[in-house]
């Protein structure tokens, strides 16, 4: 009984030994749309074309798309940019973010950059994240 006894106390001990596995690696789920990819591989004008109607759709006055580009992936969403002319030929450059959803949040990016997001700035490398395999 005292062996029995002298077991059962050591056996949390032996336990101690075994150290902890590392954590799994984090999978990072992507969630794109047909449109979000459709956007990438339009031609300058349709481009032009489509981020105009999103912009007009919000609200914002945009008579004539001069610039946009994509500016890379910000968290579930792809941002793009657009510098429009209004009726007095003035210029803002608007901010895009294009959900998965397709639904757009249009905001003006001086403010983007104010909220501490990243800058309105078209990036040539940038690619859109791969599609999960």
Not at 9 to 34: G, H, T, W
Not at 42 to 61: D, F, Q, V
Not at 96 to 117: H, M, N, T, W, Y
Request: aromatic letters at 6%; a positive charge; charged letters at 25%.
């Amino acid at each position: 009984m005292r062996r029995s006894m002298m077991l059962l106390m050591l056996l949390p001990l032996a336990a101690c030994d075994q150290r902890p596995s590392a954590p799994p690696p984090k999978q990072e789920i992507s969630v794109r749309s047909a449109g979000q990819d459709k956007l990438h591989q339009l031609n300058e004008l349709n481009r032009a074309i489509t981020l105009k109607r999103a912009l007009y759709a919000s609200g914002a006055e945009c008579r004539l798309v001069t610039k946009s580009g994509y500016v890379g992936e910000y968290e579930n969403t792809s941002y793009w940019t657009a510098t429009c002319q209004d009726k007095f030929k003035r210029t803002r450059d608007w901010a895009l973010f294009i959900g998965p959803d397709e639904s757009v949040q249009v905001r003006l990016c001086e403010d983007v950059v104010k909220a501490g997001l990243p800058a309105c700035v078209i990036k040539d490398e940038a690619k859109p994240a791969p599609k999960p395999a």
